[in-house]
Every structure is written in C-alpha cells, then in structure tokens.
C-alpha cells in the first residue's frame, strides 16, 4: 500500500500533519535547551543537566499522561498538557539562574504531550493488516523531516547567538501543532476504561531496545554540538545536523518503499538494521575532523527510521488496543530515559575528556541494541 492510499483515509491526512508540526517543536526543544544553557554559562554540564532534566521527566510522567488519555481521549487531556508545557518553556526562557532553567525544563518535559504516541495510535485505530506498517513507516518519515528541520533551525539559530527565540519556536510549534490535533476528534480512538496487562515480557525487551535506541539520540545531541564547538567551527554543527536529518529522511522514504524489505520478518529486518547502526558507529569516535564526522553520521543516521518503524510494528502487535496510547508512549518513554542517560554521560564526558571520547556511547549503544534484538529474534 502506498503512503498516499493511507492519507486518502477519512481525516487521516489532517491528524497526520497536525502531530507532525508539533513534532518538529519537539525535535527542537531538546537541542535547544542544549543551546540555551551552553549560551547561559559557557559549559556542556548544565546543558547536559537540562536536557537530562526535560528528557528524564518525559520519560517518568509521560506514561501516566498517556493513562490518562487511554481512559478520557486525547481531546480532553491533550489542552491540559499543552498549557502545562507552555507555560514551563515561559519558565525556562524567563530563569535567571542555571539552577531556575534546568528545574522549569524538567518541568517542560513532565508535560510534554507524546505526539507521535497520540498520531500512532489513531493509526492503529483507523487502519489494519498490511497498511499499518506503511502508516508507521510514514510516521517515521514525519519524525525524520521534523529531525530534519527542527535540530538544523535550532543550531542555526543557537550558533548565531539567538538560542531563546529557538526555544520560543519549539514551545510555538509544540504548542499549535497538539492544539490542532485535538479538535479532531473523528479520528481519535473511543476512551476505555478497560485495563489490559501491559507489562508483559515481550513488551518490557521492546522498552529495552527503545532505549538502547535512546542511548544513540542522547549521545549525539550532545556530542555534536561539543565537537563543533571544540574543534573551533560551531557553525559546522549545522550542515552535519542537515546532513544526518536527510540521510534518515531517505532512509525512512525507501525502507517503506521497498516491498523487499518490507515483506521480510520484523525480527530480522530489526538485527539488520541494529548491526548496521553498532558498525556504522564505531567511525563517529575516530573522526578527526568536521567533514569526518558528518560522513560518519550520515552513514550512520540512516539506520534510525527502519529500527524505529519495526519496533512500532512490533509493539503494536504485542499490545491490547485499550492500551495502545500507553503502549507507545511506555517505549518512546524507554528511548526518552536512555537518551537522558546518554545526554548526561555525554554532556560531562565532553567536558572531561573531549568530544571524541562522549562519542564512544554512541557504538555501545548500537551493540545494546544489536544484542538485544538477537535475543528478541531467538
């Protein structure tokens, strides 16, 4: 099935670009943070810090907002989240101290409305059998353009000196894009107070491969933005922060695209796609320059949207539908946590020992998630 066939869908095409414009928010407010707080005090750590902050607070409450959207539906949670995060970013642009920014930024990711979580579910509400991969495979396209344009905005912004107006956009497309998915309430699945199991085994090893996934985002978008900044080209972050959103816009364009590669088992199409990521990793820690690394992270980048795409597929199936929200929103929680981990790791490793070194968890994290989709797959 072709991914115009599943916009033609009634109301799919409008939840679809909706969630994808708030996406792009959230693709920025991350990085931003990084920027705003580097900007702030001249150091990766508190950066680090506050995107460990926002990112850890997403991963801990997000679930329990998407409990609550499972039960009442997502038009009447959704406002409520959407105020709470907006006010929060208010918070952290207003701080005037490091200590105000990073605790107003957890606060932003406590609130943080899950909308990938929220786009996937209606999808695996409106559509069935074969289409749902093309679905998620266009899922990961939108998340491949929004970490195409938001992450290059923000560093472009960041590296000019205007990190808070990068922040303020986010907060704007988070904000607008949530808002407009929740006045559609045709396509949104029927609210269920029923409360199937959701923590079974085979559900718990697809939260570990979400965060091993985590551990790879949290490591680059720390450990970019400090190897530009300590090879003397800040500005070259923003071409290699392009260069990468494409690789994985391609690489998510022709992975739903090859009948091939779609018709292949999700288990095994999952350890090829993880073997490929752990190799192509093991170059970022010995790149010796700028125009190394964003070859290195080309390469490696366009492992990201098939790995994401089998484990959406994955866990759509091993979940009951009442639970689906949470369900997304428990693994997307998983890779939130691991990339707090990382950003934190990364953020201090910088500092002590230099951008090279931080991108050593970025090869660890990829034979994390090669061991463990051997595994899932035996």
């Known amino acids: 099935m072709s991914y115009r066939s599943v916009l033609r869908r009634p109301g799919a095409a409008a939840f679809f670009f909706a969630a994808a414009t708030g996406r792009v928010g959230i693709a ?35 679930p329990r907002v998407a409990r609550l959207v499972d039960r009442f539906g997502q038009p009447r949670v959704l406002p409520f989240a959407l105020a709470a995060h907006g ?13 105000a920014a990073i605790a107003f930024a957890t606060g932003a990711g406590a609130a943080v409305p ?10 695996a509400h409106l559509l069935h059998g074969d289409a749902l991969p093309t ?3 266009l899922e990961s396209l939108a998340n491949a353009t929004a970490f ?3 992450p290059v905005l923000v560093t472009a912004l960041g590296a000019a000196g205007h990190a808070p107006l990068a922040v303020a956009i986010a907060a704007v497309l988070l904000v607008g894009g949530g808002a407009a998915l929740a006045t559609q309430r045709r396509t949104a699945p029927p609210p269920t107070r029923a409360r199937p199991g959701l923590f079974r085994r085979s559900f718990v090893h697809l939260a570990l491969l979400n965060a091993a996934v985590g551990l790879y985002f949290g490591t680059m978008g720390v450990s970019v ?8 080209v800040p500005g070259a972050a923003t071409p290699i922060v392009a260069a990468a959103s494409v690789s994985g816009l391609l690489s998510g364009w022709l ?22 990521l752990a190799a192509t990793a093991a170059l970022l820690p010995v790149a010796p320059s700028a125009i190394w690394l964003g070859a290195a992270v080309v390469l490696t980048e366009a492992a990201v949207p098939p790995t994401l795409v089998t484990l959406n597929v ?9 639970v689906r929200t949470q369900a997304f929103t428990w693994t997307g929680s998983a890779s939130t946590a691991g990339s707090a981990l990382a950003a934190f790791v990364a953020g201090h490793t910088a500092d002590g020992f230099g951008a090279s070194a931080a991108f050593v968890l970025a090869p660890a994290a990829g034979l994390a998630l090669l061991a463990l989709a051997v595994v899932k797959r035996l």
Request: hydrophobic content about 50%; overall charge positive; aromatic content about 6%.
């Open 135 to 137: 679905a998620f495979a």
């Open 148 to 150: 195409l344009l938001g």
């Open 28 to 62: 920025m407010t991350g990085l931003g943070l990084v920027w705003l707080l580097h900007a702030r005090t001249g150091s990766a750590g508190p950066a680090g810090l506050a995107a460990a902050g926002y990112a850890l607070a997403e991963a801990v409450l997000g």
């Open 225 to 232: 933005t400090a190897f530009a900044t300590e090879h003397g």
């Open 314 to 322: 994955l866990t759509e199936r091993a979940v009951h539908p009442a």
């Open 114 to 123: 899950q909308l990938g979580a929220l786009s996937a579910a209606r999808w």
């Open 255 to 276: 992975s739903g695209r090859l009948s091939g590669w779609r018709g292949s088992s999700a288990h095994r199409r999952l350890v090829v796609a993880s073997a490929y």
């Open 87 to 99: 006010i929060a970013i208010a918070g952290v642009l207003a701080s005037t101290t490091p200590a």
